[in-house]
């Protein structure tokens, strides 16, 4: 049964560019009659987390097509600076959230229930950053406190930390409080990748999407993905990060 309940103060961002060194423009390629930009925000809009999800985005020219798409399909967008990280804090300042759930445009197949449970966690425990861990790569959703988003904002001057803030935030966990919560055991497939980087994830992920019926919510699920990638032996090979991969939802 599904008991998720709305989490006020918190806002669902989905952060996107069109740079990517090894996909420029990666948002806007085109996946099951849409863009990858707007199958995250399909999917997140059934996260229960708090209003619809907010595109945050740079106001940089070459972000442009990514703001033309929003303002045509009336998603909520924000650019408020030619820097990720400090729109997204900018962003959460104009919403007045307490705490943020950002999922990246580069993960199709996030789980909308795993997204929740991060920002349900952060709230209920008031920690600086919760996520599920031991999902397939881009599975998983970051929540964090403003507080924290806007401690990074300030410390960090590395364009590279930057871009990789979560990468960070985790490696110094003797100053942020970061909880790791144990994924279901149907999705544990740390193992795989089903995020969105180079030219052979986006075959996988077109893959995919033409093959799974949606669900009840109207979106390809993150468990759905797993079956169907154990149960093809060209999926698995694309999709397996490691050497051997036990295939327990097939």
Known sequence: ???????????????????????????????????????????????WVGADPVVVTTDSPADAPIRYLCACQNIPCSASSNDLLEALLVTARQYEATAVVRVPACDPLSDPK??????????????????????????????????????????????????????????????????????????RYPELNLRLVTEE?????????SLIAEDEYGVVSLESAIKAVCNDSRLLRQANLGDTLVCRAA
């Open 114 to 187: 795993m997204a929740w449970a991060a920002g349900y966690f952060l709230q209920d425990s008031e920690m600086d950053f919760a996520t599920v861990q031991q999902l397939p790569i881009g599975g998983a959703a970051d929540a964090l406190s403003v507080s924290t988003i806007s401690e990074l904002h300030n410390q960090l001057i590395d364009p590279i930390l930057r871009n990789n803030f979560t990468s960070y935030l985790l490696s110094d966990r003797n100053r942020f409080d970061c909880a790791l919560l144990p994924a279901p055991v149907r999705l």
């Open 1 to 47: 049964m599904d008991d998720r309940k709305m989490l006020p103060g918190v806002m669902l961002a989905v952060t996107a560019s069109m740079s990517s060194r090894l996909l420029p423009g990666k948002a806007l390629l085109p996946l099951n009659n849409t863009t990858v930009l707007e199958q995250v925000v399909k999917r997140m809009r059934t996260a």
């Open 201 to 209: 994830d986006f075959w996988l992920l077109k893959q995919l999407f």
